[in-house]
C-alpha cells in the first residue's frame, strides 16, 4: 500500500469484490438474524478500541470488523420481519446507485460542478412525477429527508406571506405567523414551525374526524379566528398518510380553504405518496395538484436506500427565493441559462449526494407497473391481516386500515379496563419483538395504546402476514398463560 495518496487500486478492486459478495449474501440470508439486534446500549462502543490506528490498517481487517462487530448490532430495516414505524428496504438497483455515487462523489451544487447529477435529477423526479399521477409543472428537488423538505416548503411559505419589511427584519418585522395542520399530522411540521422562528405555538393542530382526518371546517373556524386575533396564517400542511394510521386529510377541501383565504399548501405525503403508483390508490393524492408543493420520500416505500426525500413545488421561484444567496465564489457565467439549474438555491445545504441516481436506477429497474405491484400486495397484506383481527374474539382494529398499515390491539373478554389493557398490549409487542423474527412498533389511537404493523418491505410475502398474526396470537396465549 502506498504511503500517500489512495490506496492500492487492486487492493480496493478485491474488497469491492468481497464487499459485493457480501451485500449480496445478507440480502439472501437476511431472515437468519434477528431484527432487532441482541445488543444493550454500550456493547458497541466497548467492543471497538478506543483510540484511532496510527498506521494505516487493511481493507480485509476492515470489513471482518464491519462483519462481525457492527453487522450483529444492526436493526435489520431489510428483513421482511421489519414491520416497525415505515418500511425501508434497500433494492438491488438503489444499494447499486449508493455505490456508482460515492464512487463518482460528485457535488452538485452548481450544475456546473455536477451536469449529469442536476440534470438527472430532474429527469428522475419527472419520471416519478408522472408515475405518482401529478401534473406538470412541478419542480423538484431531492432532500435528505422529510423533515427537511417540509421545512424548505415551510420557509417559502413563510416568506411568501412576509412583505417587505419582513425581508430585512425576518420574522420579527411582522405579525405572529401561523401553521396549521392536523393533530394527527408528522412532528416535523411542528419542529419546521420551531426553525422557522415562529415558535411552537406557530402551529396551530386542528382537530381530526372519526377516521382521524383533519376536519376542514374547524381549520377555516381557526384560520378566521387566529386572523381576527391579530396573527398571519400562511400556510396548511394536509397530510397523506399520517404516521400513527395513515388516514389521508380531505386534501380537495383543505385546497378550498388555502384558495380561499390565500394560503400556501404543502402535502405531507412522505409515505402514502407512493401508493399513488397503484391506479387505484391514486386517490391518495387528490387534490395534491392544487398544492403550492409536495413531499414524497422514495426511501420509505419506494425500495430506495436512505436517504431520498422528494419536494415538488408549482412555485419554484418562491422556494429559491427563500434559500437563494449566491456568494461570488460560486458565481457561473451559465446561472443565466434557464436550463442550467443550480440546485444549492433551493435548500440549506450547499454541497449535496448524488441522490437521484440510485432513484433513477430503482425506477427503471421496476418499471411503473413493478412498483405498482409492490404496493398494491402490501396494501392486501394489510387487509388480509385486518380481516383476520375483524374475525379474532381476542383482537380489534382500533383504525381504518386504507394503505398498508393496520393498528389493532389485544382485547380478550373479561379485560377492559384501559390501563390493563394498555399493559397486556405493550407486553405482546415486547414479547414479539424478543422472538427476533418481527420487529413491530406501538401508537396510540384516541389515547389507547395501539400495536402498528407497517407492510411496505420489499422481501414480505403473504408467509411474513401469517407469520405476525401467529405471533401476535401466541403472544397473547403466552401471557394468558402467565
Ligand atoms: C407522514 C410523515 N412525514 C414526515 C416524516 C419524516 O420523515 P423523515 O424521516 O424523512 O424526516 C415521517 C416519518 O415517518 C412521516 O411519517
Excluded at 427584519?169 to 401561523?178: H, I, K, T, Y
Excluded at 392486501?380 to 380489534?396: I, K, N, T
Amino acid at each position: 500500500m502506498t504511503a500517500v495518496g489512495d490506496l492500492d487500486i487492486e487492493a480496493f478492486r478485491a474488497a469491492a469484490h468481497r464487499a459485493a459478495d457480501w451485500i449480496a449474501d445478507y440480502l439472501k440470508d437476511i431472515e437468519e438474524r434477528p431484527v432487532l439486534p441482541r445488543v444493550v446500549p454500550g456493547d458497541v462502543r466497548r467492543a471497538l478500541p478506543e483510540h484511532p490506528p496510527r498506521d494505516g490498517e487493511p481493507l480485509d481487517a476492515i470489513l471482518d470488523d464491519f462483519e462481525s462487530l457492527l453487522v450483529p448490532a444492526t436493526t435489520q430495516w431489510n428483513s421482511p420481519g421489519f414491520m416497525a414505524y415505515f418500511a425501508s428496504s434497500g433494492s438491488a438497483p438503489g444499494i447499486l446507485g449508493e455505490l456508482l455515487a460515492a464512487g463518482l462523489n460528485a457535488n452538485a451544487m452548481l450544475w456546473r460542478t455536477g451536469p449529469a447529477q442536476t440534470e438527472l435529477e430532474q429527469v428522475a423526479l419527472d419520471w416519478l412525477r408522472q408515475i405518482l399521477g401529478l401534473p406538470e409543472p412541478l419542480f423538484g428537488v431531492i432532500n435528505d429527508t422529510a423533515s427537511s423538505s417540509t421545512l424548505y416548503a415551510l420557509a417559502a411559505a413563510r416568506d411568501a406571506a412576509g412583505d417587505a419589511a419582513a425581508e430585512r427584519g425576518g420574522v420579527n418585522a411582522l405579525p405572529p405567523m401561523r401553521i396549521y395542520a392536523s393533530a394527527e399530522a408528522h412532528s416535523s411540521v411542528a419542529k419546521a414551525t420551531m426553525v422557522l422562528g415562529l415558535g411552537r405555538d406557530g402551529l396551530r393542530a386542528i382537530p381530526v374526524d372519526a377516521e382521524l382526518r383533519m376536519d376542514p371546517a374547524a381549520l377555516e373556524d381557526a384560520i378566521a379566528e387566529d386572523t381576527a386575533a391579530g396573527l398571519r396564517p400562511c400556510a396548511v400542511v394536509a397530510t397523506a398518510g399520517t404516521t400513527s394510521t395513515t388516514s389521508v386529510d380531505p386534501i380537495p377541501a383543505v385546497a378550498d380553504v388555502c384558495a380561499r383565504r390565500g394560503l400556501w399548501l404543502h402535502v405531507d405525503a412522505a409515505y402514502a405518496g407512493a401508493a399513488a403508483a397503484a391506479p387505484e390508490y391514486r386517490w391518495v393524492l387528490d387534490g395534491a395538484e392544487r398544492a403550492d408543493s409536495i413531499v414524497v420520500n422514495p426511501h420509505k416505500w419506494l425500495f430506495t436506500p436512505m436517504d431520498c426525500s422528494v419536494l415538488w413545488t408549482g412555485r419554484p421561484l418562491a422556494l429559491r427565493s427563500a434559500f437563494s444567496l449566491v456568494p461570488e465564489y460560486l458565481r457561473t457565467a451559465e446561472a443565466a441559462n434557464p436550463d442550467a439549474i443550480d440546485l444549492m438555491d433551493y435548500g440549506v445545504s450547499l454541497g449535496r449526494r448524488f441522490r437521484a441516481l440510485k432513484l433513477w436506477m430503482v425506477l427503471r429497474a421496476f418499471g411503473s407497473d413493478g412498483i405498482a405491484s409492490r404496493v398494491r400486495e402490501h396494501c392486501r397484506f394489510a387487509e388480509l391481516l385486518s380481516q383476520w383481527v375483524r374475525g379474532s374474539p381476542d383482537f380489534e382494529l382500533l383504525a381504518p386500515a386504507p394503505l398498508s398499515v393496520v393498528c389493532l390491539r389485544a382485547h380478550p373478554a373479561g379485560v377492559d379496563g384501559d390501563a390493563e389493557l394498555d399493559a397486556l398490549n405493550e407486553s405482546i409487542v415486547d414479547r414479539v419483538n424478543s422472538s427476533g423474527r418481527f420487529f413491530i412498533s406501538h401508537t396510540r389511537v384516541r389515547g389507547v395504546y395501539a400495536i402498528r404493523v407497517a407492510f411496505g418491505n420489499l422481501r414480505a410475502t403473504e408467509a411474513h402476514v401469517h407469520g405476525i398474526w401467529n405471533s401476535l396470537r401466541n403472544s397473547l396465549s403466552a401471557r394468558k398463560a402467565m
